[in-house]
T-cell receptor, first 114, second 114 residues
Framework: DGGITQSPKYLFRKEGQNVTLSCEQNLNHDAMYWYRQDPGQGLRLIYYSQIVNDFQKGDIAEGYSVSREKKESFPLTVTSAQKNPTAFYLC?????????????FGQGTRLTVV | AQSVTQLDSHVSVSEGTPVLLRCNYSSSYSPSLFWYVQHPNKGLQLLLKYTSAATLVKGINGFEAEFKKSETSFHLTKPSAHMSDAAEYFCVVSDQGQGGKLIFGQGTELSVKP
């Protein structure tokens, strides 16, 4: 089955820790995205990548980092610099970044700071 | 810059009655517009998309949306609600000025009463 796999589904982080969220796709898509979802705020773009070894900051990149070493993978690290990391994180991919191109989403990772 | 406004944060209907979820957009270009649905703690699924072909777009699960340029609207409708339609719905515009970046509305939560 083609799709986007996020892991883990639930993640707990202690204060001051870095954690990495996994996102893998087997759709052969060029573009990948990370969004953060908070209640009542819709989805906000953290980082996106249009091609391997290249990525750009989105609207709320502070406290996050990414890498794109392989086309299939786009992991997100939530660093200790992120002041309020508790949220639902969604990874998405699209065939290319451009007009008329819909994104396909993973099932999400819920991160909680304890 | 393009933007999208969902006019209702919450809509409640009875099973078997029509559904109307309202969305207005702002765009300097001819936009691409999408509706996504999200069930609790799940990823987003594409319902339908408008890409400047027919103004009435049919999607999955009996949903459809009509693009009205004069009103800058893209409202989502369904003739008869089903209990399984209860979810959060997002209206999304593709930003031509930023290479097709997706801009999300704040979401509308749909409740369906028996």
């Amino acid at each position: 089955d083609g799709g986007i796999t996020q892991s883990p589904k639930y993640l707990f982080r202690k204060e001051g820790q870095n954690v990495t969220l996994s996102c893998e796709q087997n759709l052969n898509h060029d573009a990948m995205y990370w969004y953060r979802q908070d209640p009542g705020q819709g989805l906000r773009l953290i980082y996106y990548s249009q091609i391997v070894n290249d990525f750009q900051k989105g609207d709320i990149a502070e406290g996050y980092s990414v890498s794109r070493e392989k086309k299939e993978s786009f992991p997100l690290t939530v660093t200790s610099a992120q002041k309020n990391p508790t949220a639902f994180y969604l990874c998405a991919s699209s065939a290319r970044q451009g007009m008329n191109t819909e994104a396909f989403f993973g099932q999400g990772t819920r991160l909680t700071v304890v | 810059a393009q933007s999208v406004t969902q006019l209702d944060s919450h809509v409640s209907v009875s099973e078997g009655t029509p559904v109307l979820l309202r969305c207005n957009y702002s765009s300097s270009y001819s936009p691409s517009l999408f509706w996504y649905v999200q069930h609790p703690n799940k990823g987003l699924q594409l319902l339908l998309k408008y890409t400047s072909a027919a103004t009435l777009v049919k999607g999955i699960n009996g949903f459809e949306a009509e693009f009205k340029k004069s009103e800058t609207s893209f409202h989502l409708t369904k003739p008869s609600a089903h209990m399984s339609d209860a979810a959060e719905y997002f209206c999304v515009v593709s930003d031509q000025g930023q290479g097709g970046k997706l801009i999300f509305g704040q979401g509308t939560e749909l409740s369906v009463k028996p």
